[in-house]
């Protein structure tokens, strides 16, 4: 196999590629000429995606939703006929609606709405709780039972801390427009002090590297150990391995980039192939 991409001709030596048909492709590449793009969000459903078809179309497999209820319609039966796609009670019109927790009016299947935390808003309902402008789809901050605006939010704790609620003198840390003190930004599985650290997010949750590791990142088939955030790898048929842990199962040289032969679970050299 070639040590460049089969489309581009780009030099994939230290760099993750993907296979198909015995054929390196550059990520870039492998998107453009094989991946599809997701009919609900229209963005590239990658190689790590799981892909859901209907009628001719594409979509992640958490974009398949009813347009009316916006239940997930994976083995379900799906109403085609107009512009949305629609569960069997939406297209029925025997879907009970929701309320809006505000107004306490039906909102009708189709319209459009905000969902937290178990209740809907139409959008014109969802307000914030200071300023009463309407926030709609835009960013919002829960502070307890109550919705603010980022900016009605910034004003009324942009000097306390969004951890234990205490002033914050100097040398806060912001993060995801919270501000806290230094020493109330803790990983969430340890409960590291993260405020002089690096660390990694995953939603609204904080991890220090290390529990990072052992929950989310990618494991190297080779020598287990977990393949760190912006660290090089390699990627065949499903596995990942660190550039440095990618080698002839004989001789040992490394493989990142070059050409090889698949025997297996064993990855051979050219050279060792042909002996």
């Known amino acids: 196999m070639s040590d460049r991409c089969q489309h581009c001709q780009t030099q994939l030596a230290g760099k993750s590629f993907m296979v198909r048909e015995r054929r390196n492709y550059c990520s870039d590449c492998f998107n453009k000429l094989f991946s599809h793009n997701c009919d609900g969000c229209h963005q590239t459903i990658g190689p790590g995606s799981r892909e859901l078809s209907f009628g001719g179309k594409h979509f992640h497999d958490s974009c398949f939703r009813c347009g009316g209820c916006n239940t997930p319609l994976e083995n379900k039966a799906v109403d085609s006929s107009g512009p949305k796609l629609l569960c069997r009670a939406c297209a029925t019109g025997s879907a009970t609606p929701d309320t809006c927790h505000s107004c306490k009016r039906a909102i009708r299947p189709g319209a459009k709405k905000v969902?937290?935390?178990?209740?809907s808003w139409h959008e014109n309902c969802f307000t914030c709780h200071r300023c009463m402008d309407t926030i709609g789809s835009q960013s919002?901050?829960?502070v307890g039972d109550e919705i603010f605006c980022v900016s009605c939010h910034q004003k009324k704790s942009s000097s306390?801390?969004?951890g234990c609620h205490k002033p914050i003198g100097e040398g806060g840390v912001v993060f995801q427009e919270h501000s806290y003190h230094r020493d109330c930004i803790?990983?969430?599985s340890c409960e590291k002090k993260l405020g002089h650290s690096k660390f990694e997010t995953r939603g609204e949750l904080i991890y220090c590297q290390e529990c990072f590791n052992k929950k989310y990142a990618?494991?190297?088939a080779f020598c287990s150990e977990a393949i760190g955030a912006g660290?090089?790898?390699?990627t065949h048929d499903g596995k990942q391995w660190h550039t440095e842990?990618?080698?002839?199962?004989?001789?040992?040289?490394?493989?990142?980039?070059?050409?090889f032969v698949s025997k297996g679970e064993?990855?051979?050299?050219a050279d060792c192939a042909k002996k």
């Open 186 to 188: 803790v990983c969430t």
């Open 140 to 142: 919002f901050v829960p």
């Open 231 to 234: 660290s090089e790898y390699v």
């Open 115 to 119: 969902d937290y935390k178990g209740k």
């Open 160 to 162: 306390r801390c969004y």
């Open 245 to 259: 842990c990618f080698r002839c199962k004989r001789c040992r040289a490394r493989l990142a980039g070059k050409s």
């Open 266 to 269: 064993d990855m051979i050299c």
């Open 218 to 220: 990618k494991k190297c």
